[in-house]
């Protein structure tokens, strides 16, 4: 079976052009998060703040990989912060859109929140866009500190004291860039990829990942989740249906496997620890029995078989270079409790 198809984009040439099409997956993703949420497969009262218009509503296969994309990044994004609760933690986002997950975490366990600074990185189009929904929504602002909080929705920059967004093109970073937005080098950081890295030159994804084992001095780690193995028949049809928007997965190519993404975090400096699942290693080996058969009443899944595939081409990777053990409870985590 073949992956879903979607409509095709014209992808234009020019790279401006590009990076629209790349900031429009955002919208794509916001989509599907809420899909998700109104199928019942997440809790998440935030998601629906961020799409504007009605829900659209996704294959049950999607709603699925979304669930277990959200539930694996949910698990080492909760290990990190429970770590040293006392001890002060730093969250950077890379191409974070439209993502709900500092809402959610100020919202569910506030306790973390006065020892956590946490940064989202965009473009200014994509920042602005998310400010707007922001600012104009009490839900929102209320999980914020309003004594100290500055908005430039033109510019696409907002700050608080916990929670900030920085417009930013991250090509440019860079092991010794000129960038700091108050990020904190000094302080224990989780970096957060969510599909974004995908979309840069190996030489522009290498850079940054270097930049963060090179600049931070503190323990650093790092999740990643991505798609995988696009030498096969499989793989080769979804790349294809994704280039006929004029989406291209440029590190597909060189990180295609979950090997391959651990010796890219091991060659890049997390040297205390690399580890990486597939959707469907996350499915079977993290989620319990009693979930699992929850989830799988939610919908009836026809599409087991390509299921099983779509699963084994998308992987959550996560990595750590640690001074002080925060990371240490990631070390069990490859085959999940």
């Not at 707007?132 to 929504?137: D, E, G, L, N, R």
């Not at 060659?267 to 499915?283: E, P, R, Y």
Request: aromatic fraction near 8%.
């Amino acid at each position: 079976m073949n992956p879903i198809r979607f409509p095709k984009r014209d992808s234009g040439s020019s790279v401006e052009e590009k990076d629209r099409i790349v900031q429009q997956t955002d919208q794509d993703a916001s989509q599907s998060r809420l899909s998700a949420v109104e199928a019942g497969y997440l809790e998440d009262p935030f998601a629906k703040l961020f799409v504007a218009g009605e829900v659209q509503r996704r294959y049950p296969l999607i709603n699925r990989g979304t669930y277990i994309r959200t539930t694996a990044i949910d698990k080492l994004v909760s290990n990190f912060l429970s770590s040293f609760p006392d001890t002060p933690k730093q969250i950077i986002s890379l191409g974070a859109g439209s993502d709900t997950r500092f809402f959610r975490i100020a919202s569910a366990n506030p306790s973390v929140i006065p020892t956590l600074t946490y940064r989202e990185l965009d473009f200014r189009a994509v920042t602005s866009r998310k400010i707007a929904s922001i600012t104009t929504s009490p839900a929102l602002q209320s999980l914020l500190s309003p004594e100290d909080l500055s908005v430039d929705q033109v510019n696409g920059s907002l700050t608080s004291t916990h929670y900030s967004i920085h417009p930013l093109d991250i090509r440019t970073l860079h092991p010794s860039s000129d960038f700091s937005a108050s990020i904190k080098t000094s302080l224990p950081t989780l970096f957060i990829s969510e599909c974004c890295l995908i979309y840069l030159s190996p030489t522009e994804a290498d850079a940054i990942l270097k930049w963060m084992t090179t600049d931070f001095s503190s323990s650093v780690g790092i999740i990643l989740y991505e798609p995988i193995g696009g030498d096969d028949a499989f793989g080769r049809v979804m790349i294809q249906n994704l280039a006929a928007r004029g989406i291209v997965l440029k590190t597909l190519k060189k990180y295609s496997s979950l090997e391959r993404q651990v010796e890219r975090l091991r060659v890049l400096g997390f040297t205390d620890g690399q580890l990486a699942v597939n959707v469907k290693g996350i499915h079977d080996g993290w989620v319990s029995a009693k979930e699992r058969g929850r989830i799988a009443g939610l919908e009836m899944l026809d599409e087991v078989e390509e299921w099983d595939m779509l699963a084994a081409h998308y992987c959550v990777a996560w990595g750590w270079r640690d001074r002080g053990e925060v990371f240490a409870g990631w070390r069990d985590m490859g085959q999940g409790d």
